[in-house]
């Protein structure tokens, strides 16, 4: 799958947590991601620069009016949506990726101690993400031979 088929594809299935992506459709969305970031917080660096002692609930309303705010929240959801979908391409559950990313992150912000436990569940995450995909599996048919579809 090409970059530009795998960022469609990503923005085609928003909300499609069923089925199997794989590995180039998740890591050339990833690409995307990353270089939309880079993008947006270079043109959000005046706006961020400004903050000085503001109080969290207008530092959250900044953020959120900036570019890269805007960016992160357009590719928020397909990012989970293609994350889950890699999972099921190396059969797995979804729910690998709220034990891996969403809970560790959570608890990072109560105890430091969590923060290690965060990296290495990251370190985790990768590692499945680059896992090949195998024949066809109860989430379905690989996505390799569907690629032509697209």
């Not at 590692?127 to 569907?146: D, S, T, V």
Request: glycine letters at 4%.
């Amino acid at each position: 799958m090409s970059f530009f088929d795998a960022v469609i594809s990503a923005f085609r299935k928003y909300f499609d947590f069923s089925g199997r992506a794989s590995r180039s459709e998740f890591w050339w969305f990833f690409l995307f991601c990353a270089l939309l970031y880079l993008l947006t917080i270079s043109l959000s660096v005046r706006e961020i620069s400004q903050i000085n002692n503001m109080n969290p609930q207008e530092l959250i309303t900044q953020f959120m009016m900036s570019w890269f705010g805007v960016a992160m929240v357009l590719t928020f959801i397909p990012s989970i949506s293609i994350s889950v979908r890699r999972f099921h391409d190396i059969n797995m559950s979804g729910w690998w990726y709220a034990g891996l990313q969403i809970l560790p992150s959570v608890l990072a912000q109560l105890m430091s101690i969590f923060s290690l436990i965060s990296f290495m569940a990251l370190m985790v995450y990768l590692y499945f993400m680059c896992m090949k995909g195998g024949i066809e599996n109860k989430y379905g048919a690989n996505p390799l031979n569907q690629e032509e579809e697209y």
